[in-house]
T-cell receptor, first 112, second 109 residues
Framework: IAGITQAPTSQILAAGRRMTLRCTQDMRHNAMYWYRQDLGLGLRLIHY???????GKGEVPDGYSVSRANTDDVPLTLASAVPSQTSVYFC???????????FGPGTRLTVL | GQNIDQPTEMTATEGAIVQINCTYQTSGFNGLFWYQQHAGEAPTFLSY??LDGLEEKGRFSSFLSRSKGYSYLLLKELQMKDSASYLCAVEDSNYQLIWGAGTKLIIKP
């Protein structure tokens, strides 16, 4: 592994289903982030974690949850997916909370 | 509210120079980032400005004026591979990034 990986690459999901998007980094970065990117809008922060064991809410946290049990992984869970959660989801990490963020390849999620 | 404005789309010719502007109104300022994003790919870091002035990095330069809430990204000697979206992001008082919607740059031969 080099950098940040995300899984799955893409997913089609029925509304109401539970889904976990995975993100792993091998750079030993302290801070990790989840964004969604929608056409015509800037990246919007969903949740973040400045260090293992801590998480915080971003601009659009409703319907999502994250955990940070260790430094390398920050799974994002949609408890009950809705069509408005159709988006491209990017995970990012940075050495510290104020440092440059580096992005994973993204997960394209479609909720029907 | 917080706001980042960039042109939606720009067109330029291979070999030419293009300037992509970004204006911002945010709660606090701790720096401004430019990222490049090719279609279907992840954003990649280009530049960071925290003090007024010009930062040059090869064919790309970025300028910041904090008093005017303004930045630009200057791309010289344009190549076809520079066709991409360019994202402006401001780090606010909570050190969270506020993102513009991006400028799609189309390079024509």
């Amino acid at each position: 592994i080099a950098g940040i990986t995300q899984a799955p690459t893409s997913q089609i999901l029925a509304a109401g289903r539970r889904m976990t998007l995975r993100c792993t980094q091998d750079m030993r970065h302290n801070a990790m982030y989840w964004y969604r990117q929608d056409l015509g809008l800037g990246l919007r922060l969903i949740h973040y974690s400045n260090t293992a064991g801590t998480t915080g809410k971003g601009e659009v946290p409703d319907g999502y949850s994250v955990s940070r049990a260790n430094t390398d992984d920050v799974p994002l869970t949609l408890a009950s997916a809705v069509p408005s959660q159709t988006s491209v989801y990017f995970c990012a990490s940075s050495a510290g909370a104020t440092d440059t963020q580096y992005f994973g390849p993204g997960t394209r999620l479609t909720v029907l | 509210g917080q706001n980042i404005d960039q042109p939606t789309e720009m067109t330029a010719t291979e070999g030419a120079i293009v300037q992509i502007n970004c204006t911002y109104q945010t709660s606090g300022f701790n720096g401004l980032f430019w990222y490049q994003q090719h279609a279907g790919e992840a954003p990649t870091f280009l530049s960071y400005n925290v003090l007024d002035g010009l930062e040059e990095k090869g064919r790309f330069s970025s300028f910041l004026s904090r008093s005017k809430g303004y930045s630009y990204l200057l791309l010289k000697e344009l190549q076809m591979k520079d066709s991409a979206s360019y994202l402006c992001a401001v780090e606010d008082s909570n050190y969270q990034l506020i993102w513009g919607a991006g400028t799609k740059l189309i390079i024509k031969p």
